[in-house]
């Protein structure tokens, strides 16, 4: 049975969370109105399973988002021993602890998009 639940498990990951999140509505249309089949059972089970994997995601992110790798610590500490400012004109050293830092988009240059 477990294995039965990983190979599951395994291929609801790799569905796309975009298009499930399309088939929510169909689902939640089903199982708001009860009624004692099998059709309503199953609908209850794959709205759920849309629901694991957008909680899954979700989790995901915010995990990885909570992560601090090695090497940003390292710049940080670094910019803070050298007192360097940080790209919004402010001094590393002000930074509160788990203050997020500015998001830099990449552009390319006009003279490079020819």
Do not use: C
């Amino acid at each position: 049975m477990e294995n039965s639940l990983k190979k599951i498990a395994e291929q609801l990951n790799s569905f796309d969370e975009a298009s499930l999140t399309g088939l929510w509505e169909k689902y939640h249309d089903i199982v708001k109105e009860f009624e004692p089949t099998k059709r309503w059972e199953e609908a209850a089970l794959i709205l759920s399973m849309i629901q694991a994997l957008r909680w899954k995601n979700q989790l995901f992110n915010t995990k990885w988002s909570e992560l601090e790798t090695p090497w940003s610590q390292e710049s940080e500490d670094e910019s803070a021993e050298n007192g360097s400012e940080t790209e919004n004109g402010g001094s590393s050293e002000n930074k509160q602890p788990g203050e997020r830092g500015k998001v830099i988009p990449f552009w390319q240059k006009k003279d490079d998009q020819e």
